[in-house]
């Protein structure tokens, strides 16, 4: 018997099969279908484990012992923790804990049930649904690798390994300003894999690399994965909608303040910022990741072929556009009314009043399902299947982030954690808190996801300023944008997971690239958001 071993796929000749190496698997396989090491295996076993028996630790105890609290503050604030331990640990999935602790609140007095899940039918639910929908569209028919290729088919933006990354970033960045910052990462994965078979193939060729080079350890490759996944973060800056932690963080500022901030002035405060953190981002990338090969060469041929194969836009691709053009036009058009008559007019008080965000996300939705795209066999643009498979585990998150945030402010909760909170970390002006905010929704963002990171910090942060004195609203949005970091680990989002699970970025890559970004970031944020808010007018 012939104990001879197989040939393996990835080599031919001695030579690497890049194309086997990059496109022969799932472009998108999340951490639990990865083979972990035993490392890896170990820490995310005693996570979970931790969790289950932390949790309720935890939460019984701080209900037990004896405080200085207001019974209903000491319970609510036992169950929180304990939340939040699920939250980190995951022993069970994110909204499955915060729909545990929204059970216990009620089962234990804090609130009726009435009162506490009156949150879930907030405008901004509605929000997340709609555009959730409208990206499932956007997913299904191709519209973002469509784009892509527009893009790159720029006249010399194919010839450089460096204009490729930068290119892949800037269209990463404004699709994830509409569009889920998981779907437009899994959206333009595969084309940026093609790109880095044709780069791959390209430096073997030349003898820049061996010949049984591994193709998934490339420098340029580490850099096209990694500015996918946190150029996705970057943009979904951009609008209320382009991430759920904004939405979070606007409807608890919203809440806290008083003051309504629009889809314009958000987009008008977050710009600078977003601008600011693509030109460090891509700094950042080609100093720790540079490039092997600046000239590229059938690249272009490449994104050529590629566009002739999609042939014209379908029916079902004209018709995502309309609707998605639909929406987005109806939620900037009380801004644009606004600039033509001032805010003092009939016309901007009646499509203000109107045009509720949450409500035109889901009539722009509705139109995927009237659109036709064969009339005969009445067939539209998207069916409900295709709509049931959006993330309704965010818009469950969210629910439940709003619920404590509401009980946090009704049962006096907030006002006395804030007060805590400034006696004791000799916090005494808005830069300090400001940054405190910042930091700690980075460090929670790094651990856990991010729209529970924004549940957590802002309702903290809040009453914090509060108790302080302060207004809230410019480290709460601090707060806010900081939630969307979160760059070193694979965990710290699902964009992250899915340019991990490419096999293209080394985790030390990505912690040491992340780093760097987390701390510039949290330094933009802190000098920017200020000077915005006040240049702006947001939320006044």
């Known amino acids: 018997m012939s104990t001879e071993l197989p040939a393996d796929p990835l080599k031919l000749d001695g030579r690497t099969n890049v194309r086997t190496a990059l496109l022969g698997g799932t472009t998108f396989r999340s951490l639990s279908e990865q083979t972990l090491s035993p490392r890896e295996e170990k820490f995310e076993r005693a996570r979970q484990t931790l969790g289950f028996f932390l949790a309720p630790a ?3 105890t701080f209900a037990l012992v004896p405080v200085p609290m207001d019974r209903t503050q000491q319970l609510l604030a036992a169950v929180l923790l304990g939340v939040i331990i699920l939250w980190i640990c995951e022993p069970v999935p994110i909204p499955v804990g915060g ?5 216990a609140v009620v089962i234990l007095g804090v609130a009726p049930a009435g009162e506490v899940l009156a949150p879930f039918g907030s405008t901004t639910i509605f929000t997340f649904i709609g555009a959730f929908i409208l990206a499932q569209a956007m997913l299904k028919h191709g519209i973002a690798q469509r784009l892509a290729f527009a893009v790159l088919s720029i006249p010399g933006v194919a010839t450089s390994s460096y204009r ?15 569009v889920s910052n998981t779907a437009t990462v899994a959206m333009l994965m595969p084309t940026a894999l093609g790109i880095l078979a044709v780069i791959a193939e390209l430096m073997q060729d030349r003898g ?13 490759g580490a850099a096209l994965m990694l500015m996918l996944a946190y150029g996705a973060s970057v943009g979904g800056l951009l609008t209320p909608v382009g991430s759920p932690p904004n939405l979070i963080g606007r409807g608890l500022i919203e809440e806290a303040t008083g003051q309504r901030i ?14 600011a953190m693509f030109v460090v981002l891509a700094l950042t990338m080609f100093l720790l990741n540079k490039p092997e090969v600046r000239r590229i060469e059938g690249v272009a041929e490449y994104i050529r072929a590629q566009r002739a194969a999609r042939g014209k836009m379908s029916r079902a691709e004209v018709n995502t556009l309309i609707a998605f053009g639909f929406t987005v036009t109806l939620w900037l058009l009380p801004a644009m009314v606004s600039l033509a008559t001032g805010t003092d007019s009939d016309l901007y008080l009646f499509l203000d009043d ?3 965000e949450g409500i035109v996300a889901v009539l722009g939705a509705s139109l995927l399902f009237i659109l036709p795209v064969n009339w005969k066999e009445r067939r539209a643009t998207l069916t409900w299947s295709d709509a049931a498979r959006i993330d309704w585990g965010t818009i469950l998150l969210f629910g439940t982030g709003i619920i404590f945030g509401s009980l946090l402010a009704a049962t006096g909760l907030a006002e006395t954690i804030g007060t805590a909170a400034s006696q004791n970390l000799n916090i005494s002006n808005v830069v300090a808190i400001t940054a405190f905010s910042a930091v700690l929704a980075i460090l929670i963002s790094e651990t856990t996801s991010n729209t529970a990171s924004a549940a957590v910090v802002v309702p903290i942060v809040i009453p914090l300023c509060q108790a302080m004195g302060i207004d809230p609203f410019v480290p709460a949005l601090a707060a806010t944008f900081a939630a969307s970091f979160g760059f070193m680990l694979p965990v710290s989002t699902p964009q992250n997971a899915i340019v991990y699970g490419s096999g293209a970025v080394p985790i030390i890559r990505m912690i040491r690239t992340g780093l760097v970004f987390d701390i510039l970031g949290a330094l933009l944020i802190v000098s920017i958001v200020p000077v915005m808010v006040a240049v702006t007018g947001i939320g006044r």
């Open 164 to 178: 490729v990354v930068i290119a892949f970033g800037v269209i990463t960045c404004l699709l994830s300003a509409f």
């Open 58 to 60: 935890v939460a019984i």
């Open 354 to 356: 109107r045009l509720d």
């Open 208 to 220: 820049v690399v061996r010949a049984d080079f591994d193709p998934l350890r490339l420098r340029v």
């Open 262 to 275: 629009s889809f314009a002035q958000w987009t008008a405060a977050a710009a600078p910022l977003c601008l």
């Open 99 to 103: 729909l545990l602790g929204v059970a």
